[in-house]
């Protein structure tokens, strides 16, 4: 009743444990951008249908994914090569009544794990995603950590997507977000170049976590200090040091990427000058 789409690019030692959190499916898509690993072995191995297109960038990548590929169920579960689906989750997905539902998508929370196993339960920055949809009513917006658009109501399930953003090691980590501050950086200058608006009321009380984050996210650009404030938001709002020395120092990745933002958006702006 649920197809699977798990995007990849050289994801030869995440996809085994990916696939086999999602063997209750029977339509199983590996959305490949061209992967020189086993990646593609891998996924032909376990019985998945493949399809390849070159990355672009992710809202567009993802959007053409939908749009173009022929998925067996009308309902589709994304997930990512170094995510699970979890035994829970499991169960809601095999017992969600989606034939007779109003809902077009569903909100699934994530726990994301820290290099050394431990859950980040306080120190992750999102916890709900919108991962569960039918294609048809679903878009993705912005060119890095997409925001999930579906056109209709929105449920929850219960059980949880496990997440190892550490699974390649800190160094992959920091590379990775290096590339996605590029990516920031030049969705916040093209903010500048166009003034957009953002709701300071829809940043806090609009009941839309997606819509919510996204205003969100585009006032805190505009703050002086911006890694500071990340890094006292995250220890003291979301308190991160509940989680003791791992949420701490998990803080300190995500205002060093913060960071990374500030420097590479200055860049662009000093070569436009």
Not at 66 to 79: C, E, T
Not at 224 to 253: E, Q, S
Not at 258 to 271: Q, S
Request: proline content about 3%.
């Amino acid at each position: 009743m649920i197809s699977v789409l798990i995007l990849t690019k050289n994801e030869e030692q995440d996809l085994p444990g990916c696939l086999q959190s999602v063997t209750w499916s029977d339509d199983v898509h590996v959305f490949d951008s061209f992967s020189n690993d086993k990646t593609i072995e891998i996924a032909l191995a376990a019985g998945a249908k493949i399809t390849q297109r070159q990355f672009d960038n992710w809202s567009a990548h993802q959007n053409w994914g939908l749009k173009n590929i022929s998925f067996k169920h009308k309902w589709v579960l994304y997930i990512d090569a170094d995510e699970r689906v979890s035994p829970e989750l499991q169960q809601s997905l095999q017992s969600v009544n989606i034939i007779n539902t109003v809902n077009v998508a569903f909100e699934i929370q994530r726990r994301d794990f820290a290099w050394n196993g431990k859950w980040l339960k306080h120190a992750q920055m999102s916890p709900y995603y919108i991962r569960l949809f039918r294609p048809d009513k679903m878009r993705y917006e912005r060119l890095v950590n997409p925001v999930s658009m579906a056109d209709g109501s929105i449920g929850r399930l219960n059980g949880y997507i496990d997440h190892y953003p550490f699974s390649k090691g800190i160094k992959f980590w920091l590379a990775r977000h290096l590339n996605y501050a590029e990516m920031e950086a030049a969705i916040r200058m093209e903010q500048i170049g166009t003034a957009k608006q953002f709701s300071l009321k829809k940043a806090f009380f609009c009941t839309d976590f997606t819509e919510r984050r996204y205003h969100q996210k585009g006032i805190f650009y505009k703050l002086p200090c911006r890694p500071l404030v990340k890094w006292l938001y995250m220890i003291f709002y979301k308190m991160a040091f509940l989680d003791g020395i791992t949420g701490i120092t998990y803080a300190n990745l995500q205002s060093i990427y913060e960071y990374f933002i500030v420097l590479k958006t200055n860049e662009i702006a000093n070569k436009e000058r």
